[in-house]
Antibody
Framework: EVQLVESGGGLIQPGGSLRVSCAAS????????MSWVRQAPGKGLEWVSV???????FYADSVKGRFTISRDNSENTLSLQMNSLRADDTAVYYC?????????????WGQGTMVTVSS | QSVLTQPPSVSGAPGQRVTISCTGS?????????VQWYQQLPGTAPKLIVH???NRPSGVPDRFSASRSGTSASLAINGLQAEDEADYYC???????????FGGGTQLTVL
């Protein structure tokens, strides 16, 4: 079955660090354009970061310098290392695959993992 | 403030047609970048229902159609059904921001 499963969310204090992961099955992460998209409680969708099949990475201005996207080809997983977390980083974090020969048409999503930044 | 502007809510009776607009600018939709549409049912992840401006993935009913013109795009849903009640998001790429952007979302209520 083709699917994405996120893990690693939780409650973290402001200024802290957290790593969320996304396990893929049914396709290879290294051959895909993979993104992280987040959704704050009661709010809309916000793109966070992408890693291209070639390894290039890009970030939204709101997380640049604080978040790092990576993948583990042997484990077929995608990760997002989040440092210097702030209250406005509180959100459900989704990993998403781009399909249809597009960089940003997200044809597959995980179920999401909740990250809460609060003291 | 979202880069792409959608109405916060729309509604319609079962069987009716509704449309959801998505207004952008010359740095995104107006620049020719593709528009996607997503449906998000309560408590679930978004689902892609239109890609490349007007293409439906396999399994999406043909009651859903979309188009792009100038700096705007729109999603139409014909023959509304109770199961269509969800949030809908448009998405494109913005050259000024160098990344994908989403609309603020439109809540569809089936009366």
């Amino acid at each position: 079955e083709v699917q994405l499963v996120e893990s690693g969310g939780g409650l973290i204090q402001p200024g802290g660090s957290l790593r969320v992961s996304c396990a893929a099955s049914g396709f290879t992460v290294r051959s895909s354009y993979m993104s992280w998209v987040r959704q704050a409680p009661g709010k809309g969708l916000e793109w966070v970061s992408v890693i291209y099949s070639g390894g290039s990475t890009f970030y939204a201005d709101s997380v640049k310098g604080r978040f790092t996207i990576s993948r583990d080809n042997s484990e077929n997983t995608l990760s997002l290392q989040m440092n210097s977390l702030r209250a406005d980083d509180t959100a459900v974090y989704y990993c998403a695959r781009a399909g249809y020969s597009s960089t940003y048409a997200f044809d597959m999503w995980g179920q999401g993992t909740m990250v809460t930044v609060s003291s | 403030q979202s880069v792409l502007t959608q109405p916060p809510s729309v509604s319609g009776a079962p069987g009716q047609r509704v449309t959801i607009s998505c207004t952008g600018s010359s740095s995104n939709i107006g620049a020719g970048y593709d528009v996607q549409w997503y449906q998000q049912l309560p408590g679930t992840a978004p689902k892609l229902i239109v890609h490349g401006n007007s293409n439906r993935p396999s399994g999406v009913p043909d009651r859903f159609s979309a188009s792009r013109s100038g700096t705007s795009a729109s999603l139409a849903i014909n023959g509304l059904q109770a199961e269509d009640e969800a949030d809908y998001y448009c998405q494109s790429y913005d050259s000024g921001l160098s990344g994908p952007v989403f609309g603020g979302g439109t809540q569809l209520t089936v009366l």
